[in-house]
């Protein structure tokens, strides 16, 4: 318990060192703060856009700019393209299954477990894996929120669709006028493909049923403790555990969600408090509360470009101050959805983390998985 207790105060300590340094470099005019202005810009963009268009939930389109904008047009276009595909079908899937499930929560945890699972291994084991990603998660989001009122499954799917619709198509358009165009995408390796999922892609497997596990407990420890923000805290256990690369090393690949879970803590910790600050300034005009968002994306789209291994701090940062800032028609008027936002994701973290502890391979069995792996 000390060990482990030693190791997360280290990772922390760690983990905000880097931060401090990532902070003491900013610089507006080099080619890093150039592509930190053109997702701030793309942000507002997207945030005006829903506004004109009243969308339910106009924070999706915004983080929705932030994560597509990617460092070249090429890149910006594909990653568009699956965030977009992949929402739409997750969003039909949800729609589709709603009726069937929304009275029966063990069908219900059952389906949540599938869809996590097949979404997880997607992102390892396909040359599309964020669409694989997005589409479980978008599915989940829908048949969570349906629960308190299941008639709202199909206003949820198409307002989600929409919404990150807009934030993505923004991005890109951004992308194609500002964004580099001359450099082609990379071809990286090639996708490990879903075959030998119990043999040589048992690590893969293995992490993404832990995933599941997770997600398909949140209804039931959600419910129990009467906790807020139900379909966060699935979304968080997804992202949490959205890790590419796997290997036959169990404590290694612990080892990563436990650094991923920190770093989504500490980044919503950080977006939280500096969102639920600025809402204390209580704006009534909307260019001063535009100019506070902007800035809060600017940075934390500086620290998503780290090379020192701390981008998703800022990645998750800058989501949780989008989710605090931009909560309806305009300027927000309470600090409650924040908090509440907030209270879902850090509960997602810490079921993800208890639910890896206890799936852990003891060393015996991870041996035994890297024989058959092998």
């Known amino acids: ?10 990772l922390l300590r760690d983990t905000i060192a880097r931060l401090y340094q990532e902070l003491a470099e900013i610089r507006f005019g ?21 506004l004109v268009l009243q969308v339910d939930a106009p924070w999706w389109a915004a983080i929705s700019a932030f994560v597509s904008m990617q460092v070249t047009a090429p890149s910006s276009i594909a990653r568009g393209v699956l965030r ?16 069937w499930l929304i009275e029966d929560q063990i069908a219900l945890s059952l389906v949540l477990f599938a869809l996590t699972v097949t979404g997880v291994l997607g992102l390892q084991l396909s040359g ?9 998660a978008t599915a989940s989001l829908v048949l969570l929120a349906a629960l308190d009122d299941p008639a709202s499954a199909l206003n949820i799917a198409c307002n989600r669709t929409g919404e990150v619709t807009i934030g993505t198509i923004t ?8 964004s580099p165009q001359g450099e082609n995408l990379k071809v990286g390796p090639a996708a490990p493909g879903w075959s030998d999922l119990f043999g040589a892609g048992w690590p893969s497997m293995q992490h993404a049923l ?11 420890v959600w419910n129990w403790l009467e906790l807020p923000s139900l379909s966060q ?8 555990m959205a890790m590419q690369t796997t290997s036959e ?18 980044g919503c910790f950080i977006g939280g408090v500096a969102g639920l600050a600025l809402l204390t300034v209580s704006f009534e005009s909307f260019l001063p509360w535009l100019a506070a968002l902007s800035a809060g994306v600017w940075i934390g789209a500086h620290v998503q470009n780290s090379t020192r291994g701390i981008s998703y701090v800022g990645t998750q940062g800058a989501v949780v101050f989008i989710m605090t800032l931009v909560q309806g028609s305009g300027p927000p008027t309470s600090i409650m959805a924040g908090v509440d936002r907030f209270a879902g994701v850090t509960g997602g973290t810490l079921l993800v983390l208890a639910v890896s502890l206890l799936t852990a391979s003891s060393p015996r069995d991870s041996s035994h998985s890297a024989q058959r792996g092998a």
């Open 1 to 10: 318990m000390k060990d482990s207790q030693t190791e997360a105060k280290s």
């Open 128 to 136: 599309h894996g964020y669409a694989w990603l997005l589409g479980a």
């Open 249 to 266: 090393n169990e404590a290694a690949n612990l080892q990563k969600v436990a650094i991923r879970a920190t770093h989504r803590i500490l």
């Open 84 to 99: 977009i595909g992949g929402t739409t079908i997750g969003a039909a899937v949800g729609f589709f299954l709603g009726p």
């Open 233 to 240: 805290a699935a979304i968080t256990i997804a992202a949490v």
């Open 210 to 220: 832990s995933a599941g596990l997770g997600v398909m407990l949140v209804p039931w």
């Open 171 to 178: 991005a890109i358009l951004v992308s194609l006028v500002l």
């Open 30 to 50: 080099n080619a890093r703060g150039q592509h930190c202005t053109r997702i701030t810009l793309a942000v507002a963009l997207a945030v005006i856009a829903a």
